[in-house]
């Protein structure tokens, strides 16, 4: 998919706001600063689509972000950081769950979490809150230009250890070399090609 036109559909954090479900989406979750906004621009080659910054916490509605009118990516807030107060921690999980239950276009869930370092516990829970909504789910390591290449193979399996998944659910990535951005335009191409009617 050449992307020609992305266009920010709408920051929702109610049902009622989504946009009509009849294109297949892909939700994108991860812990703040884990990369979300960079991965989504990197993607689609817009320099500051999304919103990118040193701030964690910045992202707090569900952007629904649509491509050629054939794919949109959600980017939802980053969960995770320690400054945020516990009502919008709240209010982070009842949108995340509302989206997460009602939505019949989400083909997919990549769960982006920091490739650099082993996933922290919130990673952890998140992956196992994601695994009872029965959606398939891919885990992105982003920031993997960190890594030395001579640990990257020991690195990768400490990660799916700590994430108990198998090689196949995990794609590690890269914003600044850019590592796999044709591998995930595979899977995004994949899920373009789902009709809904
Ligand atoms: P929130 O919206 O606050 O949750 O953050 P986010 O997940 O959208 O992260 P964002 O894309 O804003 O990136 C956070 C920081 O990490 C920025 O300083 C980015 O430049 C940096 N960053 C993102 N991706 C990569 C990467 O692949 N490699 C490296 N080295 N840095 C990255
Ligand atoms: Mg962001």
Redesign the pocket.
């Known amino acids: 998919m050449n992307v020609r036109e992305v266009k920010l559909l709408i920051s929702a954090t109610d049902p009622k706001q989504y946009p009509k479900p009849i294109v297949p989406e892909i939700l994108l979750v ?13 993607l689609i080659g817009r320099k500051n689509l ?10 707090q509605t569900l952007n629904f972000y649509d491509l050629d009118g054939k794919l949109r990516l959600v ?1 939802a ?2 969960y995770g ?1 320690a400054k945020v107060s516990k009502a919008s921690r709240r209010q982070f999980a009842q949108m995340i769950d509302a989206y997460l239950k009602t939505r019949e276009n989400l083909e997919l869930v990549l769960l ?1 979490v920091d490739g ?1 370092h082993l996933p922290t516990k919130d990673d952890v829970l998140m992956l196992t809150y994601l695994k009872t909504y029965d959606i398939p789910t891919i885990v992105i390591g ?5 890594v030395p290449r001579s640990k990257w193979q020991k690195h990768e399996r400490d990660l799916l250890q700590t994430l108990a998944i198998s090689e196949e659910y995990f794609i590690p ?5 850019l590592l796999n951005k044709d591998l995930v335009w595979e899977l995004l191409n994949e899920v373009a090609l789902e009709e809904y009617k």
């Not at 991860?30 to 990197?42: C, D, L």
């Not at 999304?50 to 992202?59: D, F, L």
């Not at 990535?173 to 070399?177: D, L």
């Open positions: 991860g812990r703040s600063n884990v990369g979300k906004s960079s991965f989504i621009n990197q999304a919103y990118t910054s040193n701030k964690p916490g910045k992202t980017d807030p980053g950081y982006l650099s982003t920031k993997f230009d960190k990535f890269s914003s600044t070399t």
